[in-house]
Every structure is written in structure tokens, then in C-alpha cells.
């Protein structure tokens, strides 16, 4: 059996996310953190290796005082993060301590998975090398300027990139050592891209929304609520019942 590593960057300093006391990944939703929620769906796999979480230097103190609880029973590598999201994560992969032949990086604040649903996604990075699951646009897409609409985009073709990317470990090393800049990089598929190896989508889930604004978290409350309402859930799941665990 493959085995994968889990990096989940929580290092960034949640500037859209206002009005709360703490940064979005160590909110309560609903009683428990954000990245606990997280964190969670993946500890408890047997084809998991190791689960880093990386932070801002300036949280780590404060995260370790504050989670020492759930630390003590959570097999968790912490990281300190970098200037920015590609470094935070090129310091997760150069942070892991266990063997592991793929490198699964998905956002803390995306607490919405279901098990099968990461066991497909694994096994199609298994057979591609590199995979991040993606849903197809269904809007009307504006390109505009200054406040102007400039054109109707062509929304054939276009899909939202959601996470985990899943990646061969060798491959994703190879990728960000012929980075140049790895500040310009808003996710870690562009960065393969950029190394000149196709990234194969896997069909995503609505659900799998990142918590990123305020409406984000209380949009995230609600669907946590319509989630534990077995009248609701077939509605909501787009697998079968026995997928949603």
C-alpha cells in the first residue's frame, strides 16, 4: 500500500477573515477548531503516514498552549511556515520525518471530506503522479476592468481548484527546486505545472468548501448542521449514503 504524508498550511495571517478572535484554522466550529475538523479526517488513515500542520512562528506557542490536549493524543508534526503559502509548504515537505511516497497537501481550513472520497483521490495521484480535484465553473464568468465588464469568459473547460493536490513526493521536490519565485504560486498545482508535468483533475465536491471569509464560516456552520440531519444528507452528499463517513 502507497503510503502518503498530509501537510496542512495554516500560516497565513487570515486577512478576510474578520470579526473573530482567532484566525480562521483555530475557530470553533461548532466546539471543535477548524484544523482539528481537518486534521482529523486524515489521522485515522492507515495509508497516512504522517500529518504536518504548519503555522506562523508567531502562533506556535499559543497553538501548542492552547491544543496541548488534543496534542497529547494526536500524532502531529508541527512547522513553522514560510513568507508565503508555496514556501510554508516547501517547509512541510523538508519538515516530514516519515517515509512516504506521495506528498497530499490540503488547506486547514477545509474541513469537509469524506473517507472514500480522499481514498479515490489518492488512488488516482497512484496512477497519475499528480492529482487535485477540481469542479467545473457553472456561472457566468466576467472578465472586468475597473469596475467594467471587458468580456463574457468561455466558462467551457474552466474548473475551480479545490484541495488535496496530490503529488509522487519525488516529483513535487523535483518541481520546487526549479522554482524561481515561489511567492508567485497560488497553489501547488501551478508549481508542477510550472516544472512542465501534467496535473490530472479528479472530479471535486461542492462541499469542500474552504473557510476563508466570514460568510465562509457561517455558510460552514450551516452545512455542519444539514450534515448531522440523516433527512438532509442524501440530499446534500452527491455519493451514496455509505460514502458519507
Known sequence: MSKFAVILPAAGESRRFTGFPRKKPFVELKGRAVWLRTAEHFLSRGDVSEVVLVLSP???DEFRERFRPNLAFMDITIVSGGACRAESVLNGINGLTQDA????IHDAARPFLTAKWVTELFAAAVFHDAVIPGVPVSSTVKAVDGGIIQETVDRSGLVLAQTPQVFRKSLLQQAF???DDLACFTDDASIVEAFGRPVHIHPGWTMNIKITTGDDFQLAEA???AMSSD?????LHPFSDERFR
Open 101 to 104: 511516497e506521495f506528498v497530499a
Open 58 to 60: 508567531d502562533d506556535i
Open 223 to 225: 452545512l455542519l448542521d
Open 231 to 235: 433527512s438532509v444528507v442524501k440530499d
Open 177 to 179: 527546486e526549479a522554482a
